[in-house]
C-alpha cells in the first residue's frame, strides 16, 4: 500500500494521501485511524489531520467502534457516499442519457431527452441537468461535479469539444458553458473513453492495468486502458478501430463516413449487407424476412442475429462473417498491446454468447497471450459512470479518487 504515496512538495503530498486515505476508506471501511495509519505508514497525528478536512466535508463520518484491545475502543470511519451527488450524461446524436450518481457509482435517478444539433442540444443538455438536479432530492449544493460522454474528440483537459459531428459541436467550449451555468466541476471526453473508465471504476475492468473496451453499435470504438489509465493518444483520439483494414474489406482510399471494418462489421453494416442479399435474391434468408414481415427497410443487427439462431443459413453465415472480423480486431489489439482483459459493450454485445464465444475462439488461435474476454457489465451506464469517475479524477474537488481512472 506504501507504494501507492508519492514523494513531492508538502501541498502534493496532501493532497494524494488525503485523496488514497479516502479511497482506502472506501474500499476498506469501516475501518480505524490505527489500521489507516498502518496501511499509509503515516502517523497518527497525520493521518488525524487528513481526515479533518473529510469529516468536515461529511464525505466520511464516524459509525461507531471497534472491539477495544485494551483501553479506549478505536472509533471507525466510514465513506459517505450520500455526502453529495454526480451528474453524468451520455451525449448522442438521438438521445441524451442522464443519470443523478452518488460518489460511490451508484446511479440514483435517471432521465433522458431527445437530442439535436449544434446551439439546441446545448440547451437541451442544460435542461436535462437542471431536471437531473431536481431529481436528486438533495440541495444544489451537493451537486460534486458534472462529466459528459461526447460522440467526438475533446482536448487533454476534458473542457473543450473540437469535433463531435453527430451533435454539431466543432471548437465548442463546453466546459465553460457548463461550469458559469452550474459552477462545479466539469469533464468530457470521448463516449467510448468514458465506457473504458467506466468498466475501470465499477466495472469488468476494476483492478486492470492493461485492458481495452470495444464498443460495437452504430459504429466500432476502443478505449485503451494501459497501465491503469485511459490513453487518449496524441490528438485525443485514439481507438478509432472502426478504421482498421482487416484483410481485404475494401480500396485502400481515406474515409469520410464510417470506416472499413464498422462498414462490414458494425450494426448499420450488417443490417445493410442484409437488406442487399434478400432484395437481390428472394429466396435468401427466409426467417430473418418472417421476423421482419417482410418489410426488409426493419432489418437491423438485432434480427439478424435473431435469425441465425433461428438456422436461418444466409444470417448464420453473416453473423460468423462478424464475428470473425471482430474475433481479429480483438486478436490483433491483444498481440499489439498485451492486454489482459477485453471487454465487449455497445448494441452488438446484447447478442451474448452468440457474439463472444466464436471471438473468444478466434483469439484463442491467434493470439500468443490470449487475453480474458468479457461482456460489458455497465452497458449503457458505462459511459455515464466513466464521465463522473472522470470529475472525480480532476482533483478540483474535495472527493478526488488519485486512481479512480
Known amino acids: 500500500m506504501t507504494d501507492r504515496f508519492l514523494k513531492g512538495s508538502a501541498k502534493l503530498m496532501q493532497k494524494m494521501n488525503t485523496s488514497l ?4 476508506i472506501q474500499e476498506r471501511g469501516p475501518i480505524s485511524r490505527t489500521e489507516l495509519a498502518k496501511l499509509t505508514n503515516l502517523s497518527h497525528p497525520a493521518v488525524s489531520a487528513l481526515l479533518a478536512s473529510l469529516l468536515e466535508d461529511g464525505i466520511v463520518k464516524e459509525v461507531g467502534t471497534a472491539a477495544s484491545t485494551g483501553g479506549r475502543p478505536p472509533r471507525l470511519l466510514q465513506f ?16 441524451m442519457a442522464g443519470a443523478v450518481v452518488d460518489l460511490a457509482g451508484n446511479i440514483l435517478h435517471r432521465e433522458n431527452r431527445a437530442s439535436a444539433m449544434g446551439e439546441r442540444s446545448i440547451a437541451i443538455l442544460i435542461e436535462l441537468i437542471d431536471s437531473l438536479i431536481q431529481l436528486s432530492d438533495m440541495p444544489p449544493a451537493g451537486l460534486r461535479g458534472i462529466g459528459l460522454g461526447i460522440p467526438g474528440v475533446t482536448d487533454s483537459k476534458g473542457q473543450k469539444v473540437s469535433h463531435a459531428p453527430g451533435v454539431g459541436w466543432e471548437s465548442l467550449d463546453i466546459g465553460k458553458i457548463i461550469t458559469e451555468r452550474f459552477g462545479v466541476p466539469f469533464f468530457a471526453d470521448n463516449d467510448v473513453n468514458c465506457f473504458a473508465r467506466g468498466e475501470l471504476w465499477r466495472g469488468a475492468l476494476r483492478g486492470v492495468e492493461n485492458g481495452a473496451a470495444i464498443t460495437i453499435g452504430t459504429g466500432i470504438g476502443v478505449g485503451l486502458v494501459l497501465n491503469g489509465h485511459v490513453y487518449q493518444g496524441s490528438n485525443n483520439a485514439a481507438g478509432e478501430v472502426g478504421y482498421w483494414l482487416l484483410g481485404a474489406l475494401g480500396p485502400i482510399e481515406k474515409s469520410t463516413g464510417f470506416g472499413p471494418l464498422e462498414s462490414i462489421a458494425a450494426g448499420p453494416g450488417i443490417a445493410r449487407q442484409a437488406i442487399q442479399e434478400l432484395t437481390g435474391d428472394p429466396e435468401k434468408g427466409p426467417k430473418l424476412r418472417e421476423l421482419v414481415a417482410g418489410d426488409l427497410s426493419r432489418i437491423t ?5 435473431e435469425a441465425a439462431l433461428l438456422d436461418d443459413a444466409y444470417c448464420q453465415e453473416l453473423v460468423k462473417q462478424t464475428t470473425t472480423y471482430l474475433g481479429i480486431l480483438v486478436a490483433n489489439l491483444a ?23 466464436p471471438i473468444r475462439e478466434i483469439v484463442e488461435k491467434l493470439s500468443p497471450y490470449a487475453p480474458q474476454i468479457e461482456l460489458s457489465e455497465l452497458q449503457e451506464d458505462g459511459a455515464i459512470l466513466g464521465a463522473v469517475s472522470g470529475v472525480l479524477g480532476l482533483g478540483e474537488t474535495s472527493i478526488h479518487f488519485s486512481e479512480v481512472y
Open 21 to 24: 486515505i479516502l479511497q482506502i
Open 80 to 95: 459517505n457516499a450520500k455526502a453529495g451527488f454526480l451528474i453524468g450524461v451520455d451525449v448522442g446524436g438521438t438521445t
Open 301 to 305: 443487427a438485432k434480427e439478424v442475429f
Open 335 to 357: 498481440s499489439l498491446l498485451d492486454v489482459e482483459r477485453v471487454v465487449l459493450g455497445g448494441g452488438l454485445s446484447r447478442a451474448g454468447n452468440q457474439l463472444i464465444v
